[in-house]
């Protein structure tokens, strides 16, 4: 357990942002792509360490955020039918649809689960052969291998009480569609070391090359976080822009193969919608037609759901980093974690759940203040 | 043609052979007084029990009664480190400690699912019997109830606790002062932790035991060695963060902890690493954390770490008169963050 504590270690992160520091000579804006990394920034602080020139901007990361209000609002209909046991991710079931959440369909009856794993959900299929159960299989690289591993398995064993309410979401398409934006200010990425660790970094080079932007694999912890800020800065300062592994000790450029090959035989690439986004072609996987029978969305009358997101959340705008969330109109009055408008105030790795959560609503004087106490 | 003879004839009455709780033991019937007095009664016995009235009468102490209740719901009912039954006395014995009583009874009524195994409830009874010893208190009176199969979760349990505070002993969040120090008596977060470690689908590789444990011993012990603390609580559901936060909002001042100074098992921080929760914001069942004055502290806690209950006891933060009624954590790194009670139940993440 003993890298826990090793990349928390004060000293070597002062060091780290002192050198930052040393090495910056103008603003730079940086985005961390992944929710983790901005969990990570605010409950250790990273933020207040640097040196007024980094602006940091919290990425579309986070799988809770961007899962369309729509589909979520078909988990709602498929959780609340009789019999059904509807398994999910424990962050999933707070967040918000057109009407309520999982937890609200809970409390009416429905048979709502918190399972760690998808192989959980393929257990409970084999132990109530007589009841539909349902996995909400979502989220990015990072834990689409063991959805899709469960799919797999559900094949082989030819389970036909199993299926899954899939929408997962893709790193690279995301990136892309930020800086092909109008409105982009993002200069260099802090790539999401565990969604690398299993696709490898290799998908990331002809986006460096085609936008000129660094990009840098990073991890969690405050000294990768630092080290992958430093190395951006580095390379931002010296004109260059290249895809730089600060996160060796998980991450290899080709990633885990054995993942990717079981990728490759569920999945396939489709135009997926990002909420507070919208449609970015190419950036999702959907089940393959040989795995259809497992797909939810056949096997329950959900396709005619269709849903709008509350004009007042603004997350779309966060997500893709041209908005501070405690510069939105609601933050902290009609949009808390208590009554989130969005999902970026509900999960733990949501931009405006962080800001909320660890007292980023204090002193809204300028910017940078915002984000000191 | 004999008479028959129906003097050794009995009515069939093998209730206590019973392997499942059924609906008349709570009835208040044969089966209901056969529980009382098979189960509880030998397990908990005292004069004030054993008396068998609507009510227990005990010699009233002199001065101030301090008076608790609180519901037991974990679920599962066993798991590493403790069970229902040490929990359902602890927790009422702690929330008099705290408070500075010293724990004399506690009531105990016990709702039950119909099918409950005898067996389970047997150990239950025991383990709150052994408790119950250890802490010192005596269970005085009780209750069952029975309810239909599918209206209940097997056992649910409700304990009120009676104890006595000494004169001129107050402890409250109004007592505490700018430039006081907050202490806790141990690891944070083990009983949450242990309880998650045990639940559908979750393995870990090592085994993370409950804290569960009374605190009527360490706090009498903390009380003689500093009379003066201003305020204790069991940090239980909302963990250290919600009594925090309870401290500075009652007293108005502001409340600066050293998350490097919180004591957190390894496997407990690997844990709540892995699933994304807060361990400042798990629960314990065997933990004081306590507010006393700054020149208090040292000989507190070198006290308090001779208490095997509190051998890692240490000094966490301090109060001060900056940020009013807000709980400020300083990280490691040389950060800080704002310390918010928690939602509602933490929820693991996705990845």
């Known amino acids: ?373 | 043609m004999s008479a028959v003879n129906f003097d050794n004839v009995t009515c069939p009455q093998p209730l206590r052979d019973y392997p499942q709780v059924v609906l008349g033991h709570g009835g208040g019937g044969q089966l209901s007084a056969e529980l009382i007095e098979h189960l509880f009664v030998p397990a908990f016995r005292n004069p004030a029990l054993e008396a068998l009235g609507d009510a227990a009468i005990v010699p009233p102490p002199a001065g101030r009664l301090a008076l608790t209740t609180d519901a037991y719901v974990v679920r599962p009912l066993f798991f590493p480190g403790g069970s229902i039954g040490e929990l359902a006395v602890n927790g009422t014995v702690n929330d008099l400690a705290v408070s500075g009583a010293e724990p004399l009874y506690l009531t105990a009524s016990f709702i039950l699912e119909e099918g409950f195994p005898l067996a389970d409830l047997q150990q239950i009874v025991e383990r709150m019997a052994a408790a119950a010893v250890h802490a010192g208190v005596r269970i005085v009176t009780g209750d069952t109830k029975v309810v239909e199969r599918g209206h209940g979760d097997g056992c649910f349990i409700t304990t009120a606790g009676v104890g006595w505070v000494p004169p001129g002993r107050t402890l409250g969040p109004e007592q505490i002062r700018p430039g006081d120090a907050v202490l806790v008596s141990g690891p944070m977060g083990n009983h949450g932790i242990a309880i998650l470690s045990v639940r559908e689908g979750l393995e870990f590789e090592t085994v993370i035991p409950s804290d569960t444990a009374a605190l009527n011993g360490l706090i009498a012990h903390m009380l003689a060695v500093c009379p003066d603390i201003r305020v204790m609580r069991d940090p239980t559901r909302g963990g250290l963060a919600a009594s925090l936060n309870e401290f500075a909002r009652h007293s108005g001042w502001g409340i600066e902890i050293h998350d490097n100074r919180i004591p957190v098992e390894e496997p407990v921080r690997a844990a709540c690493d892995l699933l994304g929760l807060d361990p400042l914001l798990v629960a314990n069942e065997g933990k004081v954390v306590a507010i006393v004055p700054a020149p208090a502290a040292d000989g507190l806690i070198t006290a308090m770490q001779q208490h095997p209950l509190g051998q890692q006891a240490a000094i966490i933060g301090q109060v001060t008169e900056q940020h009013p009624k807000r709980v400020v954590a300083r990280t490691p790194i040389g950060g800080s963050r704002i310390i918010t009670l928690p939602m509602g139940e933490q929820l693991p993440r996705i990845c």
């Open chain 1, 1 to 373: 357990m003993k890298y826990l504590s090793e990349f928390r270690n004060g000293e070597l992160a002062r060091q780290l942002a002192a050198e930052i520091r040393s090495i910056i000579t103008r603003p730079w804006a940086i985005m961390e792509v992944c929710g983790g990394q901005t969990h990570s920034i605010l409950r250790n602080g990273i933020d207040q360490l640097l040196p007024p020139e980094v602006e940091l901007i919290h990425g579309p990361g986070c799988p809770v955020c961007v899962t369309p209000v729509e589909l979520i609002d078909k988990a709602l209909a498929i959780a609340a039918i009789p019999d059904v046991i509807f398994c999910s991710f424990g962050d999933m079931l707070r967040v918000p649809g057109s009407s309520g959440d999982l937890f609200t369909v809970k409390s009416r009856g429905g048979d709502v689960r918190i399972v760690y794993s998808p192989l959980d959900a393929i257990q409970l299929a084999k132990t109530h052969p007589t009841r539909p159960v349902v996995f909400f299989g979502i989220g990015f690289e990072t834990t689409a291998p063991a959805n899709a591993m469960a799919i797999h398995q559900a094949w082989r064993l030819g389970l036909t009480n199993f299926s899954v309410l899939v929408s997962h979401v893709l790193v690279p398409p995301a990136i892309d569609a930020i800086m092909r934006s109008p409105t982009n200010r993002v200069q260099a990425f802090l790539a999401a070391g565990h969604v690398c660790s299993v696709m490898g970094y290799h998908q990331y080079v002809p986006l460096a090359e085609r936008h000129r932007v660094p990009i840098v694999v990073t991890g969690f912890e405050p000294l990768d976080i630092l080290d992958g800020i430093r190395r951006a800065v580095r390379q931002l300062e010296a004109g260059i822009h290249t895809v730089e592994n600060a996160y060796p000790r998980v991450v290899t450029r080709e990633g885990n193969q054995a993942a990717q090959a079981m990728l490759a035989e569920v999945f396939e690439e489709t135009d997926r919608t990002w909420r507070g986004i919208g449609v970015i072609p190419q950036s999702g996987w959907k089940l393959r037609d040989k795995y259809w029978d497992f797909d939810a969305e056949r096997r329950f009358p959900v396709a005619g759901i269709r849903s709008q997101e509350s004009p007042r959340c603004r997350s779309g705008e966060v997500l893709q980093g041209t908005l501070k969330p405690h510069q939105c109109d609601a933050f902290g009055t009609a949009c808390t974690p208590r009554t989130p408008l969005g999902a970026t105030m509900v999960s733990n790795e949501g931009a405006c759940a962080a800001y909320y959560n660890y007292g980023r609503l204090l002193d809204l004087g300028t910017e940078r203040t915002a984000c000191r106490l």
